[in-house]
C-alpha cells in the first residue's frame, strides 16, 4: 500500500471520530517514541520491569523479579533500598543539590517556599531525627492529617527513611474518620496542624484533630505544625509538641534505614461497598519502580521540567505523583496549598506562568469548573511552557477534553488521561504522548507489559464496544498488596469475582475497535464526587446514626460539575415529620461525620423505599430515578407504587 492510500484508509476509518496524533517534533524529543516497545514489554514482562527497577539505587540487587502466588504478588525479591534516598541523597550525590526539589505555593500570594535537593536531605534527616526521639521505630505506622504544607511531603520521606510507614487522613476528612484509622493502624504518632488558609480565611484543624485523638489508646504523641504562625495552640504538655520545636536541634545526618523490596512504605485508606474503609498496602520497592517509570514515560519527564499536580496529597494521586515518582526521578515537583479560585479565578494559570510548569495534572471535575469559568482566565497568562497536560480521577468528557487541550494546551499539548486506582498505585491505562494517537475521552491503552481486558459476568471477553467489568490480567509491581488487617478481604474483594489472577477494578469499561478502553465509572457502591472516592454504605450509616432516621439509602445523582453527587433517601422514625429543617440537618450531620465532601447534595423524605421482597433496598432503582431514567422492571418489589411516588419527588 502507497503512503496515500495507508493515509486515506486511516482518514475513512477515523471519520466521524476526532484524533489527536502527536506532532512529528514532540515525538522526536518524547523519551520513549517507538510503539515496538509494547511488543518488547509484552514479550519481556519482567526484564521489562527490572529494567525499570535498574532506574533506581539498590543496597542489595534482588534475587527474582517477581514470585507470583496468586493473588499474592512479591516483586524484587529479596533486593533492599530506601525511597527517601532515592528521591533525595541520590540526587544530592550526582551533583544536584541545588536543584529545586519542592517548589511550595502557600495560597496567600506571594508566599513561595523552595526547597533544593539538598535542603530537602537536611529537613527530612531532622524530622526522621526528630521522629526516631518520639520512639518511632522501624514498622510503627505514623499518621499524618494535614493540610498542603511541605512538612506534609517532608513527612513523608522521612518516615520512609527510617522504615517508618505512614497513613495519610486527607485533611477535608473529619474526627471520626481521622479517629477510626488512627486506631485501626495502631498509630503512636499524630503530625497535624493548627490550620490553614482557604479563600483567604483561616481554617482550624487543630480543634477537629484534638476531637479526632479521642479514644485512641496507641496514640502517644500528637505533632503540630504551626501553619498560621501563632505559636497560641494550647499544647498539653509531653505528648503534644510543635513540629518546629521538636526539629530545630536535630542533626542534618539520617541514614536511611535498608528496607526490604517487599517492606510496607505506607498505608491509604479508601471507600469499598462497605461501611469500613480498606487499609490498601503499598510496599517499597515495586511501588517505587513503578511510580517512577509511569511518570517519567506518561509525562515525558525531562531534567528542565516544573511539574505540578493539583491534587492533594491526602490522596492516592498526590502520594504517587507529587510526593514519590517525580521525586524519585529529580524532577522540580509544585505543591499548591489552597483553591483555583482566590484570590481570583485565574490562580492556577498564575501559578503555571510565575513557576514556568511544563507538565500540569489534574482532575475533569476541575477542568469542567475553568471551562464553565471560562478561557478569558487562561487567556491572561502565558501558558506557553506547559507540553503535556494530564487528567486523572474520573472519565473526562470529551467536551471538557477539547477545552483542556485548546484553551489550556494552546493545541499542542498531548493530553494524557491516566486511568488507576488507590490499589494499582501508578498510571495503568494511559496514552504515551510521544506514540499515542488520542482519543478525547478514551484513556488509550495499558501502559506497556500490563494486561487489561473487558469481561462479562461469565468471565468472557466482550464484544468490540460492550460494556462489562474491567479487569487486569497480570501483577505489576506497584499493586497493592494487601488490605491492613484484613487479608481475606483482599482476596475476596479483588481476586474473587472471577479466579485469582483476574484483578477486579470495580470499573465498567468498553474496548473499541483499535483495542482503546473507554472507562464508564464504578460499578459498584462507590461514588466518585468530584474526583473523591466514598462509599455510599459510610454515608448510609452516617445517616442512621441520625435519632430520626429509621432507614436510609444513599445513591450517586449524575452532577455536570462534580460528575456525581450523593443523594440520601431517608425513611423517618415515627416521631419525626419531614421538613426542610431536617432535611439540612441531616445533611449537616454526615457532613460532620465523614467531612464536607460526603454531605449528600439533598435528603429525600419517603415512607418507603423500593425493596425486593427479602426485605433488600433495590439501590439500583434509585440510581434509575436520578438519572431521569425509566425505574425498569419493577414486578419483583415488595412495594412497587412506591416507585412512581418518588419519581414524583425527584422531578420536584
Ligand atoms: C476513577 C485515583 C476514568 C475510577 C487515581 C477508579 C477514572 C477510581 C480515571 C479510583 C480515568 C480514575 N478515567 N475513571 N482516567 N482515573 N478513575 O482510588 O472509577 O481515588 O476506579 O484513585 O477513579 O479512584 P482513586
Redesign the pocket.
Known sequence: MSDDEEEAKIESRLEGEDIYSPSEEFKKQANVNDPGIYEYAEENYEEFWADKAERLDWYEKWDEVLNWDAPHAEWFVNGKLNVSYNCIDRHVENGEGDKTAIIWEGEPLDETVEYTFSELQDEVSKFANALKDMGVEKGDIVTFYLPMVPELAIGLLACARIGAPHSVVFGGFSPSALNERINDAESKVLVTADGYYRRGGEIEMWEKAQEGVEDTPPLEKVVCVDRLGRDEVELDGDEEVYYHDIVEDQPTECEPEKMDAEDMLFLMY?SGTTGKPKGVVHTTGGYLTGVSATHDWVFDIKDDDVYWCTADIG???GH?YIVYGPLANGTTTVMYEGTPDHPDKDRFWQIVEKHEVSKFYTA?TAIRMFMKWGEEYPEKHDLSTLKVLG??????NPKAWKWYYEHIGGGECPIV????????GMMM??PLPGITDLKPGS?TKTFPGLKADVLDEDGNSVPTNEGGYLVVKRPWPSMLRTLYNEPERYVSTYWSEYDEETYF???GARIDEDDYFW????LDD?L?VA???LSTMEMESALVDHPAVAEAAVVGKPDDMKGQVPVGYVILDSNYEPSDELAEELRGHVGEIIGPIGKPHAVRFSEDLPKTRSGKIMRRILKKLEKGESAGDTSTLRNPDIVEELKEKVSE
Open positions: 479508601t490522596w492516592i494521586t504517587s475533569p487528567s486523572v480521577g474520573e472519565p473526562i488521561d491516566t486511568w488507576w486506582q488507590t490499589e494499582t491505562i494511559t484513556a477494578a470495580g470499573d472507562v464508564v465509572g464504578r462507590v466518585n474526583g473523591h472516592r
